[in-house]
């Protein structure tokens, strides 16, 4: 009996459930816990009016991000899709938005985040390997250009990567808070700044930085199509990802507050570097720097494995940019879409070179356009409620609408703070995401024409 001809027609390559509860976990700590925990701890505490006040501020930041966690889990639970938030805002608001949406994660978030992320790289690096005149952006863009092809290679390489930096990373943070609250001499705690004065409504700006410094735990929603068993794991890794980042936190503070004391830490530039000079001298100095050199390192690979995953759900709706809708069977991972990424990062790299600060010029491009995103993709929740009321939700947020209502208004709240205090920086990132308005035009166009 001759054999039946086999069909060699192939379905396209689509993600797969390849990653599990401790791969999305160190996902979502590598992505949150970067350099700004050895930035911002100075100016929160500059901020805060007290020791308690402050330490008050970040178990906050923890409660409002868990908060925020748990409206989405919700969405990736109910819409398990590789495009993220683009797929919830898809499905609230309609293909147009979620366009302007993607396209502003090409061209500002996701590769804005990078950029940032590979300065704070590269300024670390200078510090223990000085390259020259323009060393933080070789050391920048020679990173972005390492880890793109390590994901390039596949999902588990970019995931094993993943966990072994996150790994690394939560060390180091722990080898800082040993030195504080083990080694360091006690500082004076009680004492406020000068800077920060009874009454003022310093706390706001306080929490600005904090939350900042608790960003980019919603990229988790980006591997929702690849976690397993897909729906149930989701919850737990946010969750479980949430007190992790919340205690790291508190304990890093803990032990600045101790070694450094309030006022101490209010007038440190490099908080945790004067902590591990006090402590280890020279020699700890230069441990900070690969420590924070380190961290940089992990969030760079992390938000370089999630974002190409909204330029892939991108190509995979509109054919003008059908050419990032392909998915690598045999790497596991979207090609050309880390390609375009690496591009566009590398790109703002050598803008920022040229503006000479770097990690400024990137915070000030990414951070109204992103909280503009995350304020829509909060409120996507209510309207998915309604227009999708018989959708299976395998989990639902607890005290809807206050809690979904408390993570809108904090975003609201950045979105408006980003706007006053960037200034230039916010229009031309602004700016940026007015430019997608043309190619969603032509894209409208093309699909008519067909």
Known sequence: MSEKPKDTTQEPAQPEQVLDLRDAIALIVGLVVGAGIFKTPSLVAANAGGAWTMLAAWLLGGVVSLTGALCYAELATAFPHAGGDYHFLSRAYGRKLSFLFAWARLAVIATGSIALLAFVFGDYCSRLYPLGEHSSALYAAAIV????AVNIAGVKAG????NWLTMAEVLGLLAVAVAGLAFAPGAATAAAPAAAEPGQPAFG?????????????????????EL????????????????IITALYLLVNLAYLRGLGLDGMARSQVVAADLLQQVWGNSGARLISIIIALSALT???A???VGARSNYALGCDWPVLGFLGHWNAHTGSPTQALLLQGAVALALIAFGAFMRQGFETMVDYTAPVFWLFFLLTGLALFVLRWREPQRSRPFRVPLYPLLPLAFCASSAWLLYSSLVYTRMGALVGVGVLAAGVPLLALALRRRSNR
Request: aromatic share 12%; hydrophobic share 55%.
């Open 159 to 162: 995931a094993r990567t993943q």
């Open 303 to 305: 938000t370089i494995m």
């Open 145 to 148: 250009i390492v880890l793109t």
């Open 205 to 225: 700006l306080c929490m600005v930085f904090v939350l900042l410094t608790y960003g980019g735990w919603n990229e988790a929603a980006y591997i929702s199509a």
């Open 228 to 243: 397993k068993p897909g729906r149930k794991n989701m919850l737990r890794a946010l969750v479980w990802s949430m007190f």
């Open 299 to 301: 969030s760079i690979n």
